[in-house]
């Protein structure tokens, strides 16, 4: 991998992502003579060398894809050492500290060097990240890794422990980034590391417990803007809503009850009767059949507007694909507190 130098071929010593599916990925080095199994047979990393990152490499039993790592592929496919950020809250921690080409960077933990690798990539060609890990094995492994990935310019790695012993850094960086279970220690170090001119910090915990110290430590020390966010992934369903068609015949209006003489609550149950959803699987016929059932729906599934669809109409009904959100976003990691120190 060399996030600095991109290159469209595979090379011998290249840190590449085999794709064989969206939860089926594997970042393996690339050595001559070496074999890599998988789930469709040996690949041999002779046949890749050479090869366009992003083509078809067919295996015995199957094919698969080579594609150039970037910093969230390598999120997907780290090896572990920590628990890790994800592309998720790296995305908002990189908006957020206002992360740009030049910036320079404080972190700690680097843990596992999974935020590190995207704030490298933001900060390039001339910025640099200063990364603290109090756990020796950690901070080593880190260190390989970014040499084996071309970005041991840009990159410090230094062992210590930052809470007891601070960062020993001054008027240096335009972002400070804490993953640590115990931030507000480490906090008037990063205040003292960060430019005269001010700057932004964040830090991630996953307790809100933490938050509240983090916040009142940040506040004595006079930072400002002080918010704390949390990012959650929102999925959308593909589904097959189907909506009757409305008959606006005299008979039919007579048979229905009036609209003034429902109770609020029941008038919205009334508008949302003709909205019905069935899975994928469902075949049509019983899509059909199940025109008025409200079974498999939630409130909010019915609150949510239909973003995309394709219609196919007949003449009992109006059928067509939507994106449904679910109306619960498991997946809490942690919250991420951001802070602006002005200039004083
Ligand atoms: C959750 S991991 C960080 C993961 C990292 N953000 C990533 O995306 O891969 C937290 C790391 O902080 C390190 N750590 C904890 N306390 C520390 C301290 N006082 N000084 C330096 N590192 C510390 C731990 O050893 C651990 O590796």
């Known amino acids: 991998m060399s996030l600095k130098n991109y290159h469209d071929t595979v090379q011998e010593n290249d840190t590449v992502i085999l794709y064989l599916g969206y939860d089926n990925m594997h ?8 074999v890599f199994q998988t789930k469709y047979g040996a690949l041999r990393h002779n046949n890749i060398i050479g090869t366009t990152y992003g083509s078809r490499v067919q295996c015995p039993k199957g094919y698969l894809y080579v594609l150039y790592p970037t910093p969230e592929l390598w999120t997907s496919n780290l090896p572990h050492r920590t628990q890790i950020l994800y ?9 957020q500290l206002d992360l740009k080409p030049g910036a320079v960077v404080v972190e700690s933990g680097t843990g596992s060097a999974s935020l590190s690798h995207s704030i490298i990539r933001s900060i390039l060609p001339d910025g640099h990240l200063y990364t603290f890990e109090f756990h020796q094995e950690r901070a080593q492994k880190a260190e390989e890794e970014f040499k084996d990935h071309g970005l041991a310019d840009y990159v410090t790695v230094t062992h210590k422990d930052v809470c007891q012993f601070g960062f020993d850094l001054e008027n240096v960086a335009d972002a400070v980034f804490l993953d640590l279970p ?13 430019k005269k001119q ?15 110290k983090s916040c009142a430590c940040l506040a004595e020390l006079g930072f ?37 003489n429902k109770k609020p609550d029941e008038e919205e149950t009334m508008d ?23 079974d498999k729906q939630t409130s909010e599934e019915l609150d949510t507007p239909a973003w995309d669809y394709i219609g196919k109409k007949t003449a009992a009904n109006f059928s067509f694909k939507a994106g449904i959100s679910l109306g619960r976003m498991p997946g809490h990691t942690g919250y991420l507190t951001f802070a602006t120190l002005y200039p004083i």
């Open 272 to 294: 949302t009767t003709p909205l019905n959803e069935t899975s994928e699987e469902t075949p049509q016929s019983e899509e059909a059949d199940s025109c008025n059932s409200k």
């Open 198 to 212: 001010g700057g932004r910090i964040c830090s991630f915990s996953p307790c809100i417990e933490q938050v509240q």
């Open 182 to 194: 115990v931030p507000w220690d480490a906090l008037p170090s990063a205040k003292k590391a960060l």
């Open 87 to 95: 592309t998720t809250d790296i995305s908002m921690v990189s908006f």
């Open 27 to 34: 970042a393996i080095k690339i050595k001559r003579g070496s």
């Open 224 to 260: 400002e803007e002080i918010s704390t966010m949390e990012c959650l992934v929102r999925n959308y369903d593909v589904r097959t809503i189907n909506l009757p068609n409305p008959d606006f015949s005299k008979e039919n209006k007579k048979s229905q009850p009036h609209r003034k």
